[in-house]
Structures are given as structure tokens and as C-alpha cells.
């Protein structure tokens, strides 16, 4: 079975610009979160979705946003990229809500995003 | 804000030895996970121990939790190099409704030295 994939894996970007982050979850499951890592803040959560709905945000500012298609594949935008934007972006996919179902959290490689 | 504090910050030991690494968070729970990350790597999912259990096995790893201390622990016997990570612990934040997420710690520095 085929994990969780994040494409792409490295990314330059300048300042200012947009960037589309993708994520493949694991075969069958239905939520994908996303997840930012610095070396500063740790890791934080962006946003989760499940079954093509949002049901959850972090604390992250307009710029960030994403979606998720009819078979589970989810993307996330950031727009008008700051520097501070730099990180490993990490996606996880769960069969389930994990609160209604207490099912593990599968994380992909990440998306190392660096701005310039 | 973080909902798991991992202690120690660090930790070196010999290949051979136990590594105990602990996990402390603040509000109540359904769940709580252990991860591993090599070097700026995705996580590894490592164990999820449920807020009704108390201790959980899976091969050298052994996670306990104490719910009325908000704290876990995660115990690696005979450590090998090739356990040289970060570990992070993670909760569920339970909130009522269907929305969660998991909150990090941020993570211990294992070393394991040859």
C-alpha cells in the first residue's frame, strides 16, 4: 500500500510570489491535514479536511488556504510568500476524524519550501 | 500554543542502552501518538496509546500513559544508531464536534552513539 505522497518534494520561491503544495493520502483514507514545521515555532497545524470540507484551521493568516478533491487529494496555496513562509510543509492522512475514531495520523515526507 | 512538552530537550546514549523520553500535556485527551523524524523528514508514526490505556507494546517501544498526571512516556530498549531522530509526542486537543488536530510537542533530540 502506497503511503502518503507530498509533491513537490523541494521548492525555491521569491518573495511575493504563490505556491500550490500537493498531497496524495493513503488509499481509502478521507481526512488530510496539513501541518507547518520551523525550526522556531515546531510544528503547527494549518488545516484539515475531510470529505472535500474544511472542519478544522489553525491560527495562520488568510494567505494560507487549501482544498481537497472528490478522491481525497488535497492542496494548499500560499499566497504572496513572505520569508518567514520557509518550512517543511507536512501533510497527514487518517481513515477517519480522529476524534470520533482515534485512528493514527500518517505523515507524508514534506514539501521543503524555501523563500527568497 | 503547545499541548505536549517532551523532556528531555536531548538525550545522548549508548547503543545498548534504554532511552526514556517523557511527554507532558495540559488538557484532557482521546489519544496520544509518538512520532519519529530523521533529520527533516516526514514523521514516522511510532505508537498511539488511547486515554483508556495505561501501557502499550510494540516491538523495542513501550508507551505508557497517565492520564490523572497529564503524561506519557515512551521507553526505546536496546537502542540502536539507527534511532538517532527527533521523537514527538502529539494529542488530539479534544474539542466537542467532529473538528480535531493534533498538537506537537517540540521534540526530543535522541542520539545514539555507536
Known amino acids: 500500500k502506497a503511503g502518503v505522497t507530498q509533491t513537490p518534494r523541494y521548492l525555491i520561491k521569491t518573495r511575493g510570489q504563490q505556491v500550490t503544495l500537493s498531497c496524495s493520502p493513503i488509499?481509502?483514507?478521507?481526512?488530510v491535514s496539513w501541518y507547518q514545521q520551523t525550526p522556531g515555532q515546531g510544528l503547527q497545524f494549518l488545516f484539515e479536511y475531510f470529505s472535500e470540507t474544511q472542519r478544522n484551521k489553525g491560527n495562520f493568516p488568510g494567505r494560507f488556504s487549501g482544498r481537497q478533491f472528490s478522491n481525497s487529494r488535497s492542496e494548499m496555496n500560499v499566497s504572496t510568500l513572505e520569508l518567514g513562509d520557509s518550512a517543511l510543509y507536512l501533510c497527514?492522512?487518517?481513515?477517519?476524524?480522529?476524534?470520533?475514531?482515534?485512528?493514527?495520523?500518517?505523515f507524508g515526507q514534506g514539501t521543503r519550501l524555501t523563500v527568497v | 500554543s503547545q499541548q505536549g512538552e517532551e523532556d528531555p530537550q536531548a538525550l545522548s546514549i549508548q547503543e545498548g542502552e534504554n532511552a526514556t523520553m517523557n511527554c507532558s500535556y495540559k488538557t484532557s485527551i482521546n489519544n496520544l501518538q509518538w512520532y519519529r523524524q530523521n533529520s527533516g523528514r516526514g514523521l514516522v508514526h511510532l505508537i498511539l496509546?488511547?486515554?483508556?490505556?495505561r501501557e502499550k507494546h510494540s516491538g523495542r517501544l513501550r508507551v505508557t500513559l497517565d492520564t490523572s498526571k497529564k503524561s506519557s512516556s515512551l521507553l526505546i530498549t536496546a537502542s540502536r544508531a539507527a534511532d538517532t531522530a527527533s521523537y514527538f509526542c502529539a494529542t488530539d486537543g479534544t474539542h466537542t464536534g467532529a473538528n480535531s488536530k493534533l498538537t506537537f510537542g517540540k521534540g526530543i533530540t535522541l542520539s545514539v552513539r555507536p
Open positions: 488509499s481509502g483514507h478521507r481526512s
Open positions: 497527514a492522512s487518517s481513515l477517519e476524524v480522529w476524534v470520533r475514531m482515534n485512528t493514527e495520523a500518517f
Open positions: 496509546i488511547r486515554s483508556n490505556e
